[in-house]
């Protein structure tokens, strides 16, 4: 049975103890825009709270899976891991802050009052599951039509500063355009108090969930969030890009493409790689603002990589990213800022690059990843040109991946051959000769001058 299929089981056992469940949110919402719901709401109406959990407690049992309460106080319910369940709740500001609401649950609450409180019209729909009946008190219908966000109500919100980096998500994901009536609202709002988690998992949306996160960022500019909230990114307007590059706009707009670029590049990539790639790809260029120079009739960024390492911590920082699952994904973002132009200039090189200079780089960062946003900051440099025509285009990254790939380093460089033990067998104590020999023999192994076990003992004899 699907979650659909399970929404609408329970709402018909809701209707039997005098209830009444309604679909309500991105589910209706997708719905009426011929997109399948991967997740349903229910809202329901005309229940106390706590004969609801009985019933819902009931209803999950008999279909193998648990209710888990998400703040009982709020009176929210998930049933696995797609179905939503609540009863209408109004919030009631009481102190500073995203958090400084008191909420409270009211069955009786009627449908209008309910979808008052929701941040967009489109978002503010009511649909039940066993009628089909629409319930559209804020002419949300009609804004889906228009391909248009508008906020529901001015007074509620503007008491939540979030909305104003789902406005920029929403608009983004859904390719939506924004009213200008909300827009003036957002420019109002004060974003500061929002804690890192949210932030994050906002634009988290907006750079994974978006085919053109390019969308969501130029809002994030219009409605004067990069400008409270990430002064990094605020940096890169007017800084002037390689005119023979990127002739149609400064590092902001550059910076804009390449994302668009990275999220074609991911989606064969676990989580923390795909996080890790759209990152990589928002901060590549953050070194540039003090970098770039007009040197002998042409603007030069010489040494941005390096000078983008402290910029992006301070951005990473913002958003409290550290390891996803297990991934350093802090690290690796940090590593592509400072060796993104090294597969353009291993192409370029005037002598050959060894195998040896691969492996090492393979130490720092994982050189696939570091493909993928070198990839996406060449295509994001020339939007109306023919990329076919041109000598740099992606080229580079395409002779530096297959490289990578016959070394077989593609997320790390090899594992060293000879190990402590083996120099114990040997009969050398440990001792801080032993690190000097197994550095010195892997170094030789990272050229290819070591290939074996046998090789690496005479290696480490001749030394011991």
Partial sequence: MSFHEKSIELAELIRSEGGRAMLVGGCVRDELRGIPAKDWDLEVYAVEPKKLRSILDGFAESIGLSTDAVGESFAVYKIGP????????????????????????????SFEEACSRRDFTVNAILKDPLTGEIIDPFNGGRDLGKKLLRHVSKETFVEDSLRVLRAAQFAARLEFQIASETVEL???????????????????KLLLHAKQPSIGLRWLY???????????????????????WHPEGDVDVHTMMVADEARKLIDDL?????????????????????????????????GHDEAGVEPTITFLDRLGIHAIHGFDVR???????????KPGMYY???????????????????????????????????????????VFGSEAQE???????????????????????????????????????????????????????????????KRI
């Avoid at 369940?85 to 609450?109: L, Q, T």
């Avoid at 000879?418 to 550095?439: A, E, N, T, V, Y």
């Fill in 270 to 302: 676990d989580y923390p790689r795909q996080v890790t790639v759209m990152l990589g790809a928002v901060c590549h260029d953050l070194g540039k603002p003090p970098t770039t120079e007009f040197v002998d009739g042409r603007t030069r960024s010489l």
């Fill in 82 to 109: 797609h179905l939503d369940v609540s009863i209408p709740r109004r919030e009631r500001k009481a102190g500073s802050g995203h958090r400084g609401f008191v909420v409270e649950g009211d069955p009786e609450m």
């Fill in 186 to 204: 957002c420019k109002s709002i004060d974003v500061t108090d929002l804690p890192k988690e949210r932030i994050w998992g906002e634009l988290e």
């Fill in 222 to 244: 219009d409605l004067g969030v990069v400008d409270q909230l990430f002064p990094e990114l605020a940096s890169l307007v007017g800084v002037p890009q390689e005119p023979e």
């Fill in 348 to 390: 370029k090189s005037k002598t050959p690059v060894g195998d040896g200079a691969f492996r090492r780089l393979a130490r720092k960062v994982e050189p696939d990843l570091l493909y993928r946003v070198a990839k996406a900051d060449s295509l994001g440099r020339y939007p109306n040109w023919d990329r076919s025509k041109l």
């Fill in 399 to 461: 002779w530096f991946i297959e490289r990578v790939r016959e070394l077989q380093v593609e997320k790390s460089a090899p594992d060293p051959i000879l190990m402590g033990r083996h120099l114990i067998d040997l009969g050398l104590q440990p001792s801080p000769q032993f690190k000097s020999i197994l550095d010195a023999v892997y170094e030789l192994q990272l050229d290819g001058k070591i290939i074996d076990l046998d090789s690496a003992i005479a290696e480490a004899q």
């Fill in 331 to 341: 690290e690796q973002v940090i590593q592509l800022v400072r060796y993104h132009l």
